[in-house]
């Protein structure tokens, strides 16, 4: 079992940047690719970004790709998401998820564990 917990998560005025995490106990000895999803409301979860277990392969979403940044600190068992330029339509639950592999997925149904979700909020 991959316990994951978000934080982070606040309220940002548009233009501002925010930075979320996501700390992992449990079974962590093995290999996990880690990604990033958000849901809106009314919306589906969507792909924002993923990050390979050695932290050499990254993917992005065209909406946040170039203000984004996916890391990991694998002996901090952590990953986290800095996030730059936001814009309104970045308000959502942000979850992160892991995949017990080393390749990189844009799936939400490849991915076995889930946080919570933190919020992020962003004002006009």
């Known amino acids: 079992q991959v316990q994951l917990v978000e934080s982070g998560g606040g309220l940002v005025q548009a233009g501002g940047s925010l930075r979320i995490s996501c700390a992992a106990s449990?079974?962590?000895?093995?290999?996990?690719?880690m990604g990033w999803f958000r849901q809106a409301p009314g919306k589906d979860r969507e792909f924002v970004a993923a990050?390979?277990?050695?932290?050499?392969?990254?993917s992005y979403s065209d909406s946040v790709k170039g203000r984004f940044t996916i890391s990991r600190d694998n002996a901090k068992n952590t990953v986290s998401l800095q996030m730059n330029s936001l814009k309104p339509d970045d308000t959502a639950v942000y979850y992160c998820?892991?995949?017990?592999?080393?390749?990189?997925?844009?799936?939400?149904?490849?991915?076995?564990?889930w946080g919570q979700g933190t919020q992020v909020t962003v004002s006009s």
């Open positions: 998820a892991a995949d017990p592999g080393v390749a990189v997925h844009r799936t939400t149904g490849a991915y076995d564990y």
């Open positions: 990050i390979s277990w050695s932290g050499s392969i990254t």
């Open positions: 449990g079974r962590t000895f093995g290999t996990y690719s």
